[in-house]
């Protein structure tokens, strides 16, 4: 009975053991995943702040070069900056304007086009497709002879070069063979 108890408690340890070895193995598997998720979270912020920065500075730029290009006048400074912002907000609407009478001429030559093709092309179409069709045909066919010929002519070379063969071993002597010497007697 002590040594059942004994098995039964080293059993138990043994238990825990695996368990705490399967919870450290579990957290050293985590790791990589959250390392790799706190480096895309750091490098995420990182893309906003910069992204905004750059805005920021863009739009402080865009101000300077206007102020660069537009002539000094005698007039007061808010008197400036409300024709220039006038002149700008003009501007950028004449611009918006011309683009969008360039979008409406594409769009009504758009909606002049047929939707369909038309018949006569259409039908020269399925002519030309079936031309091609037949000349794939013909030239399946002619591919299929030229293999039979091809093979054919292999045949006769490889029955050629054994006749060949056979008639060089036949003729090994220097005394003709079938052929009858001097005057028949009958």
């Known amino acids: 009975m002590i040594v059942s108890m ?12 695996k368990k705490i070895l399967e919870m450290k193995l579990h957290r050293l598997q985590q790791i990589p995943s959250s390392i790799v998720f706190y ?12 992204s905004s920065l750059g805005r920021l500075f863009s739009v402080s730029n865009s101000d300077k070069h206007l102020q660069r290009q537009t002539p000094p006048r005698q007039t007061s400074p808010q008197v400036a ?3 220039s912002q006038d002149q700008m907000s003009s501007q950028t609407s004449q611009d918006c304007w011309q683009r969008l009478q360039q979008l409406e001429e594409m ?3 758009l909606v ?3 939707t369909k093709i038309p018949q006569e092309k259409d039908d020269m179409l399925l002519d030309s497709m079936n031309r091609i069709k037949s000349m794939e045909y013909d030239l399946q066919k002619t591919k299929r002879a030229l293999i039979a010929t091809a093979s054919k002519q292999v045949e006769l070379a490889e029955t050629f070069e054994n006749l060949k063969e056979s008639s060089m ?3 090994t002597s220097c005394w003709l063979r079938n052929r009858k010497s001097g005057p028949s007697r009958k």
């Open 81 to 83: 900056d409300v024709t």
């Open 39 to 50: 480096t895309l979270k750091l490098l995420t912020c990182m893309y906003i702040i910069l």
């Open 112 to 114: 002049k086009k047929p």
């Open 107 to 109: 769009v009504t030559e």
């Open 169 to 171: 071993h036949g003729t």
């Open 6 to 17: 004994c098995l039964s408690v080293a059993d138990s340890s043994r238990n825990i053991m």
